[in-house]
Nanobody, 127 residues
Framework: QAQLVESGGGLVQAGASLRLSCAAS????????MGWFRQAPGKEREFVAL????????YYADSVKGRFTISRENAKNTVYLQMNSLKPEDTAVYYC????????????????????WGQGTQVTVSS
C-alpha cells in the first residue's frame, strides 16, 4: 500500500531554517507531481509548494516564494522542502501529497487533485 511519511519538523526560532522530507513507499512516485501543504490551528489546509514528476517545474504560494525550496530525488523516492527565514506565521502541520494530473490541472485542482497524503509533521516557529 502506498504511503507517504513526512519528517524533519520541529521547534525553531524565527529566522531559522528547517528541511522537511517526505519518503514514499509502497509504490514508485517518480511519475507523480508532489506537493506540500500546511494547516495552522483553526485554519484550513493551504497549498505551499509543488514540484513536477521530473523535478523540472516548481510552483509556490506567494507567502513562501523566495524563502522555501521544493526538490526531489526520484532515486530515493523522496521529496524535500527547504524552509529558510522562517516566520511565526509558518507554524503549522506540514503535509506532503502526490498527484498524477497534468501540470496545470495539478496547480488548479487544489487538494482534490492529490491521490495520496502523508500524516504530517509539526513545524513551530517561535518569535
Amino acid at each position: 500500500q502506498a504511503q507517504l511519511v513526512e519528517s524533519g519538523g520541529g521547534l525553531v526560532q524565527a529566522g531559522a531554517s528547517l528541511r522537511l522530507s517526505c519518503a514514499a513507499s509502497g509504490r514508485t512516485f517518480s511519475r507523480y507531481n508532489m506537493g506540500w501543504f500546511r494547516q495552522a490551528p483553526g485554519k484550513e489546509r493551504e497549498f505551499v509548494a509543488l514540484i513536477s514528476w521530473s523535478g523540472g517545474s516548481t510552483y509556490y504560494a506567494d507567502s513562501v516564494k523566495g524563502r522555501f525550496t521544493i526538490s526531489r530525488e526520484n532515486a530515493k523516492n523522496t521529496v524535500y522542502l527547504q524552509m529558510n527565514s522562517l516566520k511565526p506565521e509558518d507554524t503549522a502541520v506540514y503535509y506532503c501529497a502526490g498527484g498524477a494530473l497534468g501540470w496545470t490541472a495539478q496547480i488548479m485542482g487544489g487538494m482534490s487533485a492529490y491521490d495520496y497524503w502523508g500524516q504530517g509533521t509539526q513545524v513551530t516557529v517561535s518569535s
